[in-house]
């Protein structure tokens, strides 16, 4: 579950005030909006990327606002990806478990399952470099799965691809909310994204109002 109980956020000039909206356990949701509006900031501020001013944001029934983006266990997939160059796909999905100081069979065996999920298996042993758009997204959606969070967000994660691997990639967004229950907030302009993925649809207006459609 994921709820904002009037947060409001600032950076620099720009206000978000007084946000509101609740995402149900198991759902995805799709956060739409012009350009501009904030919906990269609401996504970093419940990952802890961006602190807020006032309100709760609530994650698993408990107010994380004050917390770390360690403590939150968010999963997250920025727009950029933000993928290290100097390492394997093998070495992007045993991040986060060797952080938390995972067993190595532990992790062996989540590489194992996350790479037959997402289509990867035989790219572990390359680096992200020269990856395509699709597997690139693939990749960086292993690491933000890797340790089984509850909550997944992901900001414009298919803006850059082509129609063919978009549409993979719905497919693929699907199985995985289906085998892993994951809470999903998509940010993203694509009215083709939200029509294949969304069971609930957000609007955010004048950086104001958060509006279930």
């Known amino acids: 579950m994921i709820e904002l109980r009037d947060v409001t956020i600032k950076v620099g000039k720009f206000t978000l ?8 356990s198991g759902r995805y949701a799709v956060l739409m909006g012009r350009t501009g ?14 602190p807020t001013v006032s309100g709760q944001i609530m994650v698993r029934n408990a107010d994380v606002a004050s917390w770390t983006p360690g403590e939150r266990e968010i999963g997250y997939v920025p727009q950029d990806l933000a993928l290290f ?8 999905l045993e991040f986060a478990l060797r952080l938390r100081r995972a067993a190595p069979k532990q992790i062996a065996e989540r590489v194992a399952e996350l790479s037959e999920v997402l289509g990867i298996s035989k790219l572990l042993q390359r680096r992200v470099q020269g990856l395509s ?13 890797s340790f089984r969070p509850s909550v997944l967000l992901l900001d414009e994660p298919l803006s ?3 129609d063919a691997t978009r549409q993979e990639m719905h497919a693929l967004l699907r199985r995985v909310k289906e085998s892993t229950g994951v809470t999903t907030l998509h940010v993203t302009h694509s009215e083709s994204d939200a029509e294949a993925l969304a069971y609930q649809r957000l609007t955010l207006s004048d950086g104001k109002s958060v ?3």
């Open 17 to 24: 005030e007084r946000i509101s909206f609740r995402v149900e």
């Open 37 to 50: 509006q904030g919906k990269t900031t609401i996504l970093e501020s419940i990952c802890g990327l961006k």
């Open 85 to 92: 160059p100097t390492l394997t796909v093998q070495q992007h």
């Open 133 to 145: 758009g699709g597997e690139s997204q693939r990749v960086a959606l292993g690491r933000a799965l």
């Open 160 to 162: 850059a691809l082509d």
């Open 211 to 213: 509006e279930t459609v």
